[in-house]
Structure formats: structure tokens, C-alpha cells
């Protein structure tokens, strides 16, 4: 007889969050985890749509008020509600999510994860020192972990991004600052958190290497002025998922007995990078399928497919386009216009859908007449993917 209903290998905001929504629905869980919380190499932004997730309570944010956008040369900056995005520390708000699962009755084994196993009557993830045995297995340890290795297969390097860079101590701001880069294509950040400024870049990383990519930010710091000389600089990297478009029809997150989640499950939006609200949105999946006891992995596979991948797919057919250096320029040069600030300001709260910023851009004229960069940019991304899935 398995020791707990469920197990979850990671204590991140995807791993915490299924274990908070199963011990209230009344499962006995066990979440496996060596290092959680701790601070991450990220930028820190989560956005109101994943708080309302959440609820009430979380650790202590900073509100951003307003979000600077650059691209040679050009600069402007965009007004944000109240709420629609905060910045915080990620052992704070990792480490708030973990207290919830706790309180609610989950209990947390704080040993590194080994291996994994799943069986037909039950699963195992194994330690160095024990083997926690569950009914069911929910990965949850990030897009290196062990469970997406053992249960399903590892992305490719074109299916990953390179986060890097550097946590400046001892300075902060007020707002956030974007940075659009064209080789690679992608952007760069700097967050400020309550003690600190988390800044760095993000870019494919079939594209480029993380030694480029931090040599890269430390001389965007030194020109830009956002750490004063001396400034303690920590570096940072870590791997993020960025899937292709094609790539969510060959996916797959849940088998007999078992669940891939957040990162491990490659749901992130490969134009923002951002993957904390789709953590916690798998989360909700996850927990609500295995308590329903009715086919938990099927069920689980429909609400990726209905509520999660297609924007995902969006926006990795958007990528190529969203990315080319002259509509960015345009994007950047208009943000001038109220128009065009809401839709930024929007897209940075995460209340812009993809599927609905091709009408809104299309109401504006300097940006509708450059949606054909993005079209032309979203079909070299097909074809770029279809080569990558035929190697």
C-alpha cells in the first residue's frame, strides 16, 4: 500500500501549488525537494493574473508602476496599474507557496531526488536516503529535472532559452526596464526587488551561449548605468523551455500514474519567457484532475490542450515576427500613443491574449500595417520548426 496518494518531485511555485490544492482537498502528499525555497535566476515579475491564482497573502511585493522599453536609441516608458505586475525576491514567494502547502498537511522531504519509477499499482522517487512511495508521481523539478528525463524526453537545445545574468546588490529602483536585442533576437531586463536588481538577458539557446549572453549584460550595466561602479554583481544562468509551434501537438504531460507540471512540462511563453502563471495554471490542472479520481491523466491532458497550449502555440508562431527589429522599433517609437501603451501595459500584465492582439493591433495604424512582420516572422517560424522536427 503506497505511503501517500501523491508525490511530487520539486518544491517550486508549480511543485508547492499542487501540494496546497491536493492537502486541502484532502490527499496525503509528500513534496521532494533538496533546496526550495531559494533565490532563482529570474527576473521576479509576477503578474496579476497569477496572483488572482493564488489568493490573498502572498510575501512582500514591490508594485511596479511604470515599465521602460528600449531598442537603440529609442526609449519610452508605459504606465501600469495598480497590481498588474510585482516584483518579488523567489525564495520569499517560492518559500510563501511551500508555508501554504505545509499548513495545509502536506509534508515536505528536504533530500535531493535520484531517481524516479512508476509501476502499475504505484510510483516511487528515490533518495539517498529513503524511497517515497505514492499512488501517483507529479514532476515538478524544472526543465532539467530527473522526472522529464525518466517519463517522457528531454528537450532539445532549440527547445530551450538561456536566462543569464546578474543580481546587483544593494541597488534597487522603482521601475522595471526592457531591452530589446536583435542578435540574438530577444530582450534584456532589469527588476527591481526589494534589496537588489535582478538583471539579465534571454535568448535561444541554439542561438547563442551563456558566456556571450552575460558578457553581453555586464556591458549593458556598465553603459546604462544601472548599477553604480563596485556594485557587487552575483551571476546567474538557468534554462528555460521554449517550445516551437509544432511542438504542442507531440507533447506529452501525463501517463498512467504520472503528471509532468510548470517548467518540467515546458509551459512557458516563449516570447515573454514568463512561466510562473502557467506553473500555478497547471497546478490547478494537476490537483483537480488526480482529486477527481476519475481517469486523472486524461483529464489532465484536456486542460492543457483547452486552456493552456494554444496560447503557448500563439506565441511561439509570434515569436520569429514579434522579434524582427523593425517592428520593435515601431512597438517601441509608438508607445508614445495611449492606444499602444494599453497593449503593452496589457501584455505585461498578461490580460492581452495572443489570439486578440492581432484585431487590437490592427485598430492602430502604425502597428497595423507592421502585423506583416509578425506574419512573415510566425511563418519562418513554422518552417524553422517543421526542419527542427524532421532532424
Not at 8 to 19: L, N, R, V
Not at 296 to 302: E, K, L, Q, S
Amino acid at each position: 500500500m503506497p505511503t501517500y496518494d501523491v508525490a511530487i518531485a520539486g518544491a517550486g511555485p508549480a511543485g508547492a501549488w499542487t501540494a496546497c490544492r491536493l492537502a486541502r482537498g484532502g490527499a496525503r502528499v509528500a513534496i521532494v525537494d533538496a533546496s526550495h525555497p531559494r533565490e532563482k535566476p529570474c527576473g521576479g515579475g509576477v503578474t496579476g493574473r497569477a496572483l488572482e491564482l493564488i489568493g490573498r497573502g502572498a510575501p512582500p511585493v514591490r508594485d511596479i508602476n511604470r515599465a521602460r522599453f528600449e531598442q537603440d536609441g529609442l526609449s519610452n516608458a508605459v504606465a501600469l496599474a495598480p497590481g498588474a505586475l510585482v516584483v518579488t525576491g523567489r525564495a520569499a514567494f517560492d518559500g510563501w507557496l511551500l508555508h501554504a502547502a505545509l499548513e495545509a498537511g502536506a509534508e515536505l522531504i528536504p533530500e535531493r531526488v535520484l531517481g524516479v519509477t512508476v509501476g502499475r499499482e504505484e510510483t516511487a522517487i528515490r533518495t539517498a536516503r529513503r524511497t517515497v512511495r505514492a499512488s501517483w508521481l507529479v514532476g515538478a523539478d524544472g526543465a532539467a529535472g530527473i522526472t522529464r528525463r525518466n517519463l517522457w524526453r528531454p528537450f532539445r537545445r532549440d527547445q530551450i532559452s538561456i536566462a543569464t545574468g546578474f543580481f546587483a546588490r544593494g541597488v534597487t529602483a522603482s521601475d522595471i526596464v526592457v531591452r530589446f536585442t536583435d542578435s540574438p533576437a530577444g530582450y534584456a531586463w532589469s527588476f527591481p526587488r526589494l534589496d537588489h536588481l535582478a538583471i539579465g538577458v534571454c535568448a535561444q539557446a541554439d542561438a547563442t551561449g551563456a558566456r556571450a549572453l552575460r558578457e553581453w549584460t555586464r556591458r549593458w550595466i556598465d553603459a546604462s548605468g544601472l548599477a553604480r561602479p563596485g556594485t557587487p554583481l552575483v551571476p546567474y544562468s538557468w534554462p528555460i523551455p521554449s517550445l516551437g509551434p509544432h511542438d504542442f501537438d507531440r507533447e506529452r504531460a501525463a501517463g498512467p500514474r504520472w503528471m509532468l507540471i510548470g517548467d518540467a512540462a515546458g509551459l512557458v511563453d516563449s516570447i515573454t519567457r514568463e512561466g510562473i502563471f502557467f506553473a500555478l495554471q497547471s497546478a490547478e490542472a494537476a490537483a483537480g484532475a488526480i482529486l477527481a479520481r476519475s481517469d486523472p491523466a486524461t483529464r489532465y491532458d484536456a486542460a492543457l490542450r483547452r486552456d493552456v497550449y494554444p496560447e503557448l502555440e500563439r506565441a511561439a508562431r509570434l515569436k520569429a515576427g514579434f522579434f524582427e527589429p523593425r517592428f520593435i522599433r515601431m512597438l517601441v517609437g509608438a508607445l508614445e500613443r495611449p492606444a499602444i501603451a494599453a497593449i503593452m501595459a496589457d501584455l505585461v500584465a498578461g490580460r492581452q491574449s495572443y489570439r486578440g492582439l492581432r484585431r487590437r493591433l490592427a485598430r492602430t495604424l502604425e502597428l497595423g500595417l507592421a502585423w506583416r512582420f509578425i506574419v512573415r516572422g510566425s511563418r519562418l517560424g513554422r518552417v524553422r520548426a517543421d526542419r527542427a522536427a524532421s532532424l
